[in-house]
């Protein structure tokens, strides 16, 4: 079966970096996009960033473009997802997923698998 394991999240403070990682099995990985989402309580699930499948283009929210990049290795079964200059309001879970159609969207109901996310805390 398909599974999507995240690493990587953790307390820090703001202007930090970290770097959240997302293994994948069961997939043929490098037919399907790959996205990073994030969640506050009461909120809904908010898209951060997409790795397409075919040609690594990629796609940001406009909230965090110039400070994430999301990056894949395709021989790993592997995304990856480098965060700079951390704010508070990026606190959040932040979720992998994988969409069976290998472009890219920003929309959660187009991806189909899920990792069980990782807390990442930005302190002021």
């Known amino acids: 079966q398909v599974q999507l394991v995240e690493s990587g999240g953790g307390l820090l403070q703001a202007g930090g970096s970290l770097r959240l990682s997302c293994a994948a099995s069961?997939?043929?990985?490098?037919?399907?996009?790959m996205g990073w989402f994030r969640q506050t309580p009461g909120k809904e699930r908010e898209f951060v960033a997409a790795?397409?499948?075919?040609?690594?283009?990629?796609d940001y929210a406009d909230s965090v473009k110039g400070r994430f990049t999301i990056s894949r290795v395709n021989a790993n079964n592997m995304v990856y997802l480098q965060m700079n200059n951390l704010k508070p309001e990026d606190t959040a879970v932040y979720y992998c997923?994988?969409?069976?159609?290998?472009?890219?969207?920003?929309?959660?109901?187009?991806?189909?698998?899920w990792g069980q996310g990782t807390q990442i805390t930005v302190s002021s």
């Open positions: 997923a994988a969409r069976i159609i290998g472009t890219m969207s920003q929309r959660s109901q187009e991806y189909t698998y």
């Open positions: 069961g997939l043929r990985f490098r037919f399907y996009a």
């Open positions: 790795v397409s499948g075919s040609d690594g283009s990629t």
